[in-house]
């Protein structure tokens, strides 16, 4: 038998199942694979945090349709977002790496499909990041300042800013410590989301003195856009309005690709993961559907006794905490949000670091040899700054104030942090339609993993990416009327930067890859001997 056939079975002697099955995919077992299938869980559902985006993104909801935008919105929405789900369960249950989507796309597309789809979900990540941070910031201001009347007086966009650095700071050294300590992190943050929503929810039902009526949270509708005349029942309402208030949903049910970037890490990656993936996503959508309706429930009545939609429009859910309870137990509740908001922060700039290594190791990034080094303790800290440096960047913009009111009745629009997380989500579902339309393009010749969708990938594919399309389109929209090219009211400070970011970013991508990049950009590289690749085909 040939010395190099020898070399080759002994070599393969020394692999568990999960080495295996990353080295028949080209790649070497250079993560510490220390996350346990729970762990992998834990990252997306910290991720997705029912306790962040439930409550920061809560305005647009209930702006842009009132109650009826969450009470029904969310659960639809909440199934679609579970079939784009398990298309992606099958496919990280098929390709178990960091890379994850884009190496999805570049295998079943050629390197040029996974260029594009990298570099969206690079930008989506980032992203996500930078939005869930600087919410968290807001959080912390927030639960400051409703126990520190004193505190409250001192507000400052600044303020909430230099809070948000803080923020990406210590996310960025509690991930550069240890990725083990990340994985007891999320472990830990699993139990606070499940625990600390349960009692907001227990809160909200006992203490408030007055609750709405199922027929205000079902039915009543609520036009606070600025659009249609303030109307609730033109066609623009149900078709433009209303559908703003999608941000809601999709922003929170979003970030579970961070089980396919954390595959490599993950013990039993091909079943853990896909598992992770799609339960995740469920167990967020029931558990969020629950707490955002404890938080309907709880809007308080106005001076004449009817619902203050007007306040709640304006003030978002520290109003309603403050409004239907005492200062103690809204501190508390604000509270457990923030600290739970910094949970998922810190497990974005997790899953957005494993992304730009898995991309910079591939030579995707410039600069990549930087970006893909690991530290002593096999952990990409180059790629962990440089999203936080990127996530402040881009958050810039939020120092703007953008008030539709007056200086004495002030109704202070988050445009920036709005289209941070619409940059987040177009990035995101962008990024997983493409290797998702490509599974279903490849039909049967697909070589399914461990965990797979059967034959039901034929309707579930293209719902998936439907979804997808539609909801992006939407979330390219203009926020305000003040927003609206061309208009009277036009001012740029108003105006929803994500479709700015978006179509710029795939321009500047489409003429990179046309000029330069499809002449050195080949798709994942091989980082392990190819003979021992190729004998586990």
């Known amino acids: 038998m040939p010395e190099g056939h020898e070399n080759v079975e002994e070599q393969l002697q020394h692999l568990t199942e999960d080495e295996k099955h990353l080295a028949k995919l080209g790649y070497s077992q250079d993560l510490h694979r220390s996350w346990s299938g729970f762990s992998n869980f834990a990252i997306s ?15 647009a909801g209930f ?59 690079l930008i989506g990540l980032v992203a996500v990041t930078a939005g869930v941070s600087y919410g968290c910031a807001t959080f912390i201001d927030l639960t400051i300042s409703t126990y520190s009347d004193s505190y409250a007086a001192n507000y400052s966009l600044t303020r909430v800013f230099l809070i948000f650095v803080v923020v990406l700071a210590l996310a960025s050294l509690l991930n550069i410590f240890s990725s083990h300590l990340m994985a007891i992190m999320n ?20 203490v408030p003195d007055q609750h709405q009526s199922f027929s205000y949270v079902f039915t ?11 109307s609730t029942s033109t066609f623009g309402f149900w078709f433009a309005v209303v559908p703003f208030g999608f941000l809601l949903t999709q922003y929170t049910i979003t970030g579970f690709d961070a089980c396919a970037h954390l595959s490599e890490e993950t013990a039993s990656a091909s079943m853990a993961a896909a598992k992770g993936i799609w339960q995740s996503i469920f167990y967020s959508v029931l558990g969020g559907y629950i707490l955002l309706l404890a938080v309907v429930f709880a809007v308080p009545n106005d001076a004449a006794g009817n619902p203050d939609n007007a306040g709640v429009g304006a003030g978002g859910v520290a109003y309603i905490f403050v409004q239907s309870m005492d200062r103690n137990w809204a501190t508390l509740v604000l509270f457990i949000s923030a600290s739970a908001q910094f949970f998922c922060a810190t497990s974005c700039m997790t ?55 007056t200086a004495d009745e002030p109704y202070v629009v988050p ?21 998702i339309f490509l599974r279903w393009q490849h039909g049967d010749r697909f070589e399914v993993g461990t965990w797979n969708n059967g034959a039901k990938y034929k309707w579930m594919n293209p719902i998936a990416v439907a979804e997808i399309i539609i909801v992006c389109l939407y979330l390219m929209m203009p926020f305000v009327p003040g927003a609206v090219p061309f208009s009277d009211e036009f001012e740029w400070k108003f105006v929803n930067y994500a479709p700015i970011v978006t179509v710029g970013a795939l321009v500047v991508l489409a003429i990179w890859w046309s000029v330069s990049a499809k002449n050195w950009f080949t798709g994942p590289k091989m980082t392990i001997d190819a003979s021992v690749a190729e004998a586990l085909k």
């Open 351 to 405: 899953s957005a670091s494993r992304m730009t290594y898995a991309f910079s190791r591939d030579g995707g990034v410039p600069g990549s040899s930087r970006w893909s080094k690991l530290s002593a303790s096999r952990v990409p800290a180059n790629a962990v700054v440089l999203v936080a440096v990127v996530a402040a960047v881009v958050t810039l913009p939020a120092l703007i104030e953008v008030n539709l009111g």
């Open 220 to 230: 009543e509708r609520f036009n606070n856009s600025g659009f249609s005349g303030g």
């Open 45 to 59: 559902f910290s991720i997705i945090s029912i306790l962040a985006g439930c409550f920061t993104n809560f305005g």
């Open 63 to 121: 702006n842009n349709g009132g109650p009826i935008s969450i009470s029904w919105s969310w659960p639809i929405l909440g199934i679609f977002i579970l079939i784009i789900g398990f298309t992606m369960s099958e496919l990280v249950s098929a390709y178990p790496t960091s890379g994850g989507i884009y190496w999805w796309a570049a295998k079943l597309g050629g390197p040029r499909a996974g260029f594009f789809t990298g570099w969206l979900n």
């Open 415 to 435: 445009v920036a942090f709005y289209a941070v997380t619409s940059i987040a989500v177009i990035g995101l579902y962008l990024a997983f339609a493409i290797p």
């Open 187 to 206: 472990n830990v943050s699993v139990w606070w989301h499940v625990i600390g929503a349960a009692a907001i929810v227990l809160i909200l039902i006992i």
